[in-house]
């Protein structure tokens, strides 16, 4: 059968209140991976040893019904957001993480995001001498806002509001981190730490876009001056979770990192004049009032901020929203390189609760007003211009990823023909015998690629410096030491191409010493011969041999698979500072400080960091390791056609790498895949669509559900709706579902919606009409439910 693996990046935008929607939208994308991994993982947990929630029950049979024409596995990639969007991006990611319940966090949109429970105290002088403007007040609100406004509730809690302090944030940042400790608190009751929704082998990223109100200077080189200082402001905090083996998963979701994921959760969402900036003082105060710790503290500061204890406190936060409302970018460069078990199906899905809507088209063009331009100009604007240029990015990269594959399929023939020469045609290949043929291949390769060679080796140099650069950075023991990073790569640039030129005779092809650098360091040339073999691994899940009638053993694939992953990530584990030792650290210091020093002696260190370096990667045992996967384990595991086949994709790589480098100019060679991208929103969820639908949250410039309970569980509801509607369109898209009965579609759709309503009734108290007439208007669509009687 043909297995798929759907694999998602999300993007959640800011939108103030509009998190309600959001909330729901993410709690059906996490029923939709948990039915998922419930049904291809029995290691995850077993469905038949515990009651399945009727919406994953519901996903469940969907995703059988799919299975007909191809079995998906769902699986999360990267989050990404920006303020509210951050918030749910951040709660979302525990529970992929750690196979956590949302429940708590709808709790804490339902009950607390409200303008009463978020504002801060007031004293009782301020609030007397503005009981005198309620008069007043009640008149703007009846006379301004009355066509917005007629719901009785959100009128006194805006007449409550418009008296709390004026001139100061009226929203209590301490009150929101409490409840997002609690919300945390709530996810882990009853639930086992060992289990995950993250494949093994697989990581699972978060992007969270913070504004660093006071910013960090970055030098700039120039020419006139040699250089300029300007101001950053843009920080984006990243955490990972990694399921390294079955039961181990190396994460920064898990209890001992809630204080870090809560100050990204406060920061990211201080809107700018409602909270007061965040500060790593209040978050302090916050976990020494309920006697919390915070554990990993030092190296949140150095890793997401690059601070120490003592700078940290010259900085405060502000909303995400300000400086990238959007975050597409982080999350499609870790996609782009992301790997996958099966035939993959990448999709890009953003979620915009509000998305622009044209206006009426008019001969005139309407001039706006003074305040009108202002607010553009300051806030609207900015915040969502940088979206387009992400998403046209990507329409190229997907361009590009058809020719390359093309590219790539074209050159096949050829380069096999060459390699098969190279190859014994009797005898069984021992690893040895295949380490002597990879090599002949390379050096094949590159005798035939002319002066195209060039080109190819300068950038290989090139990218090792850059890699060899962020390495030594990390690797400082003391200080903020990005600013030395460009100083360093032109001194590892520099000793480069002189080891090239010295070898210019024959273009440094067989140069001893550019060879043994590349061979001591360049891990990235092996990462990419590893995921370009399992490009051609994965051809195999649907290509039955000649020689064999029976179809292709997926397990055994997939066994393969898993062993050529982990040591990809033994490889990328290389260029993490944590690999490597005091001994190895005290070296890089003291070359950092002679940097910084302006010391002669900089260019004397380079020559021994390299041999360091190349004696602590050990990449040579790791190649002989590779040779012994391909050419025993490989065998023992693949029909003889295929691992034929797969040893010319392993031996040849020389070959497929100088066409492919230059082109993509990328460190990693990702599976050539097109990522598609799709969008929530209101507006595109068309199975209950209705003209003149509305967000109550879009009311008083996005803040409206903060003014009423109702307002909330209405966007809530209708979050999860429209998510649901959404993921089924899109995992009947990944599978090329148009060979299914329309009717089974449609029953497969109702049942999830109707499963949302029959979570949702007895818990969203204020909104009882609004339920009963969204479970008859689905009843009126899918005529096959239209008597069925109501699970109660």
């Known amino acids: 059968m ?75 990639d990267a989050i990404a957001g920006a303020s509210a969007g ?65 719901n009785q509730e959100t009128r006194e809690k805006l007449r409550q509001f418009m008296q709390a302090r004026w001139f100061s944030p009226p929203f209590s940042g301490e009150r929101f981190s409490g409840w997002m400790l609690d919300a945390c608190r709530e996810m882990e009751k009853d639930c086992e730490f060992n289990r995950t929704l993250i494949p093994t082998g697989q ?180 915040r969502n211009e940088p979206v387009g240029d992400d998403l046209r990015d990507l329409e190229k990269n997907n361009r590009r990823s058809r020719w390359l594959a093309q590219l790539v399929d074209a050159a096949s023939p050829m380069v096999e023909d060459v390699v098969a020469g190279l190859l014994p045609r009797r005898k069984p290949l021992t690893a040895e015998g295949l380490s002597k043929c990879r090599k002949q291949a390379t050096v094949a390769a590159f005798e035939q690629a002319g002066f195209a060679f060039l080109n190819y080796q300068s950038l290989k140099l090139h990218a090792l410096a850059d890699r060899l650069a962020k390495l030594t950075v990390r690797l400082g023991v003391t200080g903020d030491r990005e600013r030395l990073e460009e100083d360093i790569l032109s001194i590892y640039s520099r000793h480069f191409i002189a080891l090239a030129s010295a070898g210019s005779k024959d273009m440094g092809r067989t140069d001893p010493d550019v060879v043994a650098l590349l061979r001591g360091l360049d891990v990235d040339y092996r990462v990419r011969r590893l995921r370009f073999v399992i490009r051609r691994l994965n051809g195999f899940y649907r290509d039955r041999p000649a020689s064999s009638d029976l179809p292709p053993d997926t397990a055994a694939l997939d066994r393969l698979k898993a062993t050529l992953y982990e040591q990809i990530d033994h490889l990328r584990w290389r260029w993490s500072d944590r690999f490597y030792g005091g001994k190895c650290r005290d070296q890089v210091e003291r070359f950092l400080v002679d940097i910084e020093s302006g010391s002669a002696a900089v260019s004397s260190h380079v020559a021994p960091m390299i041999r360091t370096l190349t004696s602590m990667m050990g990449l040579a045992d790791l190649d002989r390791l590779h040779d012994e996967i391909f050419a025993e384990t490989a065998q023992d595991l693949l029909e003889p056609a295929h691992h034929k086949s797969l040893m010319r994709s392993y031996v040849g790589f ?139």
């Open 86 to 150: 951050g918030v749910n991006g951040i709660m979302l990611a525990r529970a992929i993480a750690h196979d956590l319940p949302l429940d708590s966090h709808s709790e804490l949109w339902l009950k607390n995001a409200d303008v009463t429970r978020l504002s801060r105290p007031q004293s009782g002088l301020s609030r007397y001498l503005k009981l005198t403007v309620s008069p007043v007040l009640d008149q703007l609100i009846s006379s301004r806002l009355d066509k917005q406004i007629k």
């Open 654 to 792: 020389g070959f497929y790498d100088l066409i492919t480098f230059p082109v993509l100019q990328r460190n990693d060679f990702a599976e050539v895949t097109e990522i598609l991208v799709d969008r929530i929103s209101p507006g595109d969820a068309t199975a209950l669509f209705t003209e003149g639908f509305q967000l109550k949250g879009k009311a008083l410039n996005s803040f409206g559900a903060f003014f009423n309970r109702s307002w909330r569980e209405h966007d809530y509801i209708w979050g999860r709706l429209h998510a649901a509607d959404r993921l089924v369109n899109i995992v009947l898209s990944a599978a090329e579902g148009g060979s299914l009965p329309q009717h089974r579609i449609d029953q497969a759709r109702a049942q999830v919606l109707l499963a949302i309503l029959e979570e949702e009734r007895d818990k969203l108290s204020e909104i009882g009409e609004e339920i009963e007439r969204i479970d008859a208007l689905i009843r009126s669509i899918y005529p096959d439910f239209a008597h069925v009687a109501r699970e109660v």
């Open 2 to 76: 043909k297995e798929i693996e759907l694999r998602l990046a999300l993007v959640f935008y800011g939108g103030v209140s509009l998190a309600v929607y959001m909330h729901g939208v993410s709690r059906d994308i996490l029923n939709l991976v948990r039915a998922s991994a419930l049904r291809l993982d029995r290691t995850i947990a077993a469905p038949e040893a515990q009651h399945t929630p009727p919406v994953q029950a519901a996903f469940k049979e969907l995703l059988d019904l799919v299975s007909a024409v191809a079995d998906i596995r769902v699986v999360v």
């Open 203 to 382: 990581t699972l990223d978060l992007f969270v876009t913070i504004t660093d109100y006071n910013g960090v200077k970055r030098r700039i080189h120039l020419d006139d001056p040699a250089f300029v200082e300007e101001w950053d402001h843009r920080r984006i905090l990243n955490f990972h979770a990694v399921h390294r083996t079955p039961g181990y998963v190396d994460s920064q979701f898990g209890a001992e990192h809630v204080p870090e994921l809560v100050f990204a959760a406060r920061a990211t969402s201080s809107f700018p004049g409602a909270f007061q900036p965040a500060t790593l003082t209040e978050m302090d105060r916050v976990l020494a009032d309920r006697g919390q710790s915070w554990p990993h503290r030092s190296d949140f500061l150095a890793r997401g901020f690059g601070l120490t204890p003592e700078t940290v406190h010259q900085h405060c936060f502000v909303d995400g929203s300000v400086v990238m409302n959007k975050p597409f970018a982080p999350v499609i460069s870790v996609i782009r390189d992301r790997p996958a078990a099966r035939e993959v199906s990448r999709r890009l899905i953003y979620i915009d609760p509000s998305p622009v809507e044209p206006p009426p088209h008019s001969g005139s063009v309407e001039i706006p007003g003074f305040f009108r331009v202002i607010l553009a100009s300051l806030a609207h604007i900015p």
